[in-house]
């Protein structure tokens, strides 16, 4: 079956450094997503992507944000300047047209420090 | 935008017995309601989805039901297994997903 992959599994970093998240969505999906969960709440929609940009962004995903899709395949997640509150599992999602196989990637634990 | 509120927060319940978590939404415009299953370090695994043309679709054990006038959908799990013990979301599309607080079900042997 195919699957939404995600790396790294977990990643530490420092307040204030930059990091990226990467996801490798199915591979004939046309709509890509991010979302957060902060550890014990609800999933939070951060950011879609069609088309080669951006459709629909929370108030979550502020100028600190940002999302690319640098090939065909990859689709990233950058956070300029971490805060400890950026600390959550980090989920990727992508779908076909619509909602059509609507699948999650396993997630990306971030923690700063 | 779309709000989800989902009941209860926990659940226990006897092996072999039903489980029933209930969600609303606030959307009219909302059209697909997909229920999550969570386990601890994971994605959110769909389990069973319904669109809004559908009032009630089952898959084995799994059942869910769509009242689009109330804003209300809900999910029945029957004959409970200690497997089942995650993290259920219920969730609205309105573009994105909009998800519930999630409800942590413990099936107890």
């Known amino acids: 079956e195919p699957e939404v992959t995600q790396t790294p599994s977990h990643q530490v970093t420092q307040m204030g450094q930059e990091v990226i998240l990467r996801c490798v969505p199915i591979?004939?999906?046309?709509?890509f997503y991010w979302y957060r969960q902060i550890l014990g709440q609800k999933v939070e929609f951060l950011v879609s992507?069609?088309?080669?940009?951006?459709?629909?962004k929370s108030e979550i995903f502020d100028d600190q944000f940002s999302v690319e899709r640098p090939d065909g395949s990859n689709f990233t997640l950058k956070i300029r300047s971490t805060k400890l509150e950026d600390s959550a599992m980090y989920f990727c999602?992508?779908?076909?047209?619509?909602?059509?196989?609507?699948?999650f990637g396993s997630g990306t634990r971030l923690t700063v420090v | 935008g779309e709000n989800v509120e989902q009941h209860p927060s926990t659940l226990s319940v006897q092996e072999g017995d039903s489980a029933v978590i209930k969600c609303t939404y606030s959307?009219?415009?909302?059209?697909?309601f997909p229920w999550y299953k969570q386990e601890l370090g994971k994605g959110p695994q769909l389990i069973i989805d319904?669109?809004?043309?559908?009032g009630e679709k089952k898959d084995q054990r799994i059942a869910v039901t769509l009242n689009k006038t109330a804003k209300h959908f809900s999910l029945h799990i029957t004959e409970t297994q200690p497997e089942d013990s995650a993290v259920y979301f219920c969730?609205?599309?309105?573009?994105?997903?909009?998800f519930g607080a999630g409800t942590t079900v413990t099936v107890r042997a």
């Open positions: 999602a992508s779908s076909g047209q619509g909602v059509d196989g609507y699948t």
């Open positions: 969730a609205a599309n309105d573009y994105k997903l909009s």
């Open positions: 319904i669109r809004s043309n559908v």
């Open positions: 992507f069609y088309n080669n940009e951006i459709s629909e």
């Open positions: 591979s004939n999906h046309l709509y």
């Open positions: 959307d009219s415009a909302s059209n697909y």
